[in-house]
């Protein structure tokens, strides 16, 4: 009788993978025994690469651990070692590696942009593609720095930020005029060239060339003073004052440094901290800190390698990079990040001067930032402990999903889900759900929970079976009582979701907050002491599920009863609309039209009558 070897695992794996290898560069995938990634790394030489991890000895415990786990191995050749460092961080982007640096954001970086589709250009805040015809600057850190400095370039520049459409139907000026925010060309009270004028200085402005703008503006001004034009002399000195604020506002920003994205990073206790600071026409647009998961790396240099790469996977790097830590590779860091700028750009670990204070400055924001997370972190797992005891769980869970719906009289119902973990509320895993069953009784609560978790739990076996990601939840909380939760329970055992907990949170006696009592499928409900930190807690969840739930509620309210019933008219676009609004004077009126009216409106033709009178008669 033979007995059947088992498969080999760890070094003993790698060494067979070992022998077919060449010395190709490419990017090389280990696997556990369940076919998930573990890592992703690149290679200038796969075999020499490799080889490293053939060694039974010499590892950290972290790549030791790594090694064990190794079931399987994949390798795709490259050309270059440039083309396989992309394809590195694409494969990272895409299979979030356990053991890989993983740089979690999900946020694009706002702009501003100047459109330039229209003789008078408006100014606003953009996201997202840069489609739109006009010039873009940025990024911003977030959409208040982009506010900020939108309202300066009001002040001085006195800049429209209405739309077109508002632009057009305008026959007076708005209350920005008023206030000496805008210069109101909508009804003509400046000349499409002065305008310009105006839309070059701000420009001049984002690219930081204040001093020359405000000699043009005293020049202006004295110009028009001795023309006895005092009115628009006095114009010109406000907007002085304006610039002259601005500028003792952005007392600290940069002498000599005019384009340049400050990197700074500060690892501690087994997490990270990187704090971007970005520069832009000799300006401080603001900062944003990140917190990379490290799967058990311990290098600065290799954080910060892989922060770069996946930070600027999708936006454009600026022309200067000035770095805390040198990168692991500075070389082909940089070769990477040039052509994907397809211009040169500089990195560099600046050691003095006016560049080593900035880094300076920003180190100092990680370390502090890192600080406070940690000890909101230290908060938030003794709270996980408190849940895990409280409600019987094997284990502190690291992700709550909290469901809640909200209508009115079962109308624009709608169901929300929020996310905690140890890291406090993950906003962007929260998930809104209209609710579309049509067999529904409105304001039926049961069915729109029932809708609600069988679409979430029917997609997440759809995407992970196997459970090898963060998604699937370790305790769901519902808003609800005893007969909320055995709907939940039931719904959850049709699907073949049957190991995890579930609790209704119930207002209790005289529904005040702090009486809440607590249900569970098949055992007797319970309550926490008024003062226990855990109750808190799980109010805290419970109200952000409401907001969550009523604000998306709202949203589709307010969605609706804007709604206009000519916009379910095939053909009938904005021209038309209006033209049969004006004419009848609502969407009422329209309804009940005769033909012969119908076909009376200008730009309506008989056809398109005729559609739209069927639109309305047809339903009988």
Known sequence: MTQATAPKTGHALIQDYLRQLDRSPGVYRMLDAQGAVLYVGKARDLKARVSNYARPSGHSARIARMIRETASMMFLTTRTETEALLLEQNLIKQLKPRYNVLLRDDKSFPNILVAK?????????????????????????????????????????????????????????CLLFQIKRCSAPCVGRISEQDYGALVSDAERFLQGKTTAIQASLA?????????????????????????????????????????????????????????????????SWGNRDFYPRLGGVESPAEVMQAFLLQFYDDKPPPRMILLSHAPDEPDLTRQVLSERATRRVVIGVPQRGEKFELVENALRNARESLARR????????????????????????????????????????????????????????????????????????????????????????????????????????????????????GILAELGVEDIPIVGVAKGIDRDQGKEEFHRPGRPSFALRMNDPVLYFIQRLRDEAHRWAIGTHRAKRAKSVMANPLDEIAGIGAARKRALLAHFGSAKAVSRAGLTDLQAVEGISAAMAQKVYDHFNARG
């Open 117 to 173: 589709s229209h003789g008078y250009p408006q100014i606003k805040k953009h996201r997202g593609a840069k489609s739109e015809k006009g010039d873009y600057y940025g990024p911003f850190a977030s959409a208040g720095a982009v506010n900020r400095t939108l309202t300066q370039l009001q002040r001085v520049f006195l800049l429209r930020n209405c739309t077109d459409a508002t632009f057009e139907s305008r026959t007076r000026p």
């Open 219 to 283: 020049r202006d001004m004295a110009e028009a003073a001795e023309n006895m034009e005092y009115e628009r002399a006095a114009a010109l000195r406000d907007r002085i004052k304006a610039l002259t604020a601005v500028q003792s506002v952005q007392a600290i920003n940069p002498k000599r440094v005019a384009e340049a994205d400050i990197v700074a990073l500060h690892m501690e206790g087994g997490q990270a901290c990187v704090q971007v600071f970005f520069i832009r026409g000799n300006q």
């Open 374 to 489: 940690m000890s909101e972190s230290a908060t938030q797992l003794r709270l996980l402990e408190g849940v895990g005891e409280a409600f019987d769980l094997p284990a502190p869970p690291r992700r709550i999903e909290v469901y809640d719906n909200s209508h009115i009289m079962g109308t624009n119902a709608v169901g929300g889900m929020v996310v905690a973990g140890p890291e406090g509320f993950i906003k962007s895993q929260y998930r809104k759900f209209n609710i579309k069953g049509t067999e529904i009784t409105p304001g039926d609560d049961f069915g729109m929970m029932k809708e609600v978790l069988s679409r979430r739990f029917t997609r997440l076996l759809k995407e992970d079976p196997d459970r090898q990601t963060e998604a699937w939840p370790d305790l769901l909380l519902i808003d609800g009582g005893a007969g909320q939760v055995s709907a939940v329970d």
